[in-house]
């Protein structure tokens, strides 16, 4: 929540900044406001971190299609599909095309759709945290099989580069 707030307020910041200097782009609104004096290793620096912030929020989204799609893909029956084969096909058969609308305004609705979503997952969690549903004892405990149990440090940092964890 904290994060989402920070971004929220960045995002209308980086919005406040281009109206008030009348620019279109990232590029330009650096150049009106820090000016050209810095030179391209600035605008080389400032690409590279909204690169590399795309890049890991492709990442974490890529995490998101395959924790969610894979179960959903084996209930119609596809048992056989791996995370990875279930992640190329969602990004080249849903995600591709939709990336490719000149208007992405039709998507505004299921943009909205998928944010009513993310409200009513988050409270979920806060209810389910403090009625205990999911601790020793609790309604939901017994129900998580053995495998998809979370383990939390028992890995170590190395966690991070195993796609089974």
Known sequence: LVMGLINAYSFSLIG?????????????????????RYGRKFNVFVGLVVTGKAILGT???????????????????????????????????ILLPLSLF???GSLAFF???????????????????????????????GDLSADCVPLFGDKGAQAFFSPQS
Do not use: H
């Open 102 to 104: 000149e208007r992405l």
């Open 59 to 93: 990442w974490s989204f890529s995490i998101v299609i395959t924790s969610t799609c894979q179960p959903l893909v084996q209930l119609i029956g596809l048992t056989s599909l791996t995370k990875p084969q279930v992640l190329l096909g969602v990004t080249g058969l």
């Open 16 to 36: 406040r900044v281009c109206s008030v200097t009348k620019s279109k782009t990232y590029s330009q609104a650096w150049d009106r406001t820090v000016g050209r």
């Open 111 to 141: 943009s909205m759709i998928g944010q009513a979503g993310t409200i009513v997952t988050i409270f979920t969690m806060i209810l389910r945290y403090f009625d205990g549903s999911y601790n020793v004892g609790g309604k939901y405990y």
